[in-house]
């Protein structure tokens, strides 16, 4: 898609804090807002997005003050693409474990990549493992 065909763009680069990224989510989701987006796939953007600003800050950076987390999303009527990059030293996705497997199941954490997976249109990793890029098409679309 051509840079012509974004309605909305937002570049931040935000310190390793929990909810450093509010400010951004909240904009984002108001974004979706104006744009009539039915209250179902706000709620699965909000989702998305909120765990891979955790993940980054807590798993990639673990929190640490020295490190960033770079946000870019960019907003048209077909489409909603949001790039989210730490400066840890990333994972392989491919090798966490089941969340939904019964040994796992009381285990706090871990459900981060599979709610993205489950709310968003496409969710990719990065070769590194230290960048995600989800898509969402809207209903309708």
């Known amino acids: 898609m051509s840079e012509d065909h974004w309605t909305w763009q937002?570049?931040?680069v935000i310190p390793s804090e929990m909810?450093?990224?509010r400010q951004i989510l909240e904009e984002l989701l108001q974004q979706l807002k104006a744009r009539r987006w039915v209250p179902h796939d706000v709620f699965g953007v909000h989702v998305a997005v909120h765990e891979a600003l955790v993940n980054a800050i807590m798993h990639g950076n673990r929190l640490s003050p020295e490190k960033r987390v770079t946000f870019r999303c960019r907003l048209s009527p077909e489409l909603l693409r949001v790039e989210i990059a730490?400066?840890?030293?990333?994972?392989?996705p491919h090798r966490l474990p089941d969340p939904t497997?019964?040994?796992r199941l009381e285990t706090p954490t871990g459900r981060g990549v599979m709610l993205m997976r489950a709310f968003m249109s496409r969710v990719d990793f990065c070769p590194r493992g230290n960048c995600v890029v989800m898509e969402k098409r809207p209903e309708g679309a």
């Open 101 to 103: 497997d019964p040994d």
């Open 19 to 21: 909810g450093a990224g």
């Open 86 to 92: 730490d400066e840890g030293e990333g994972f392989d």
């Open 10 to 12: 937002c570049e931040r």
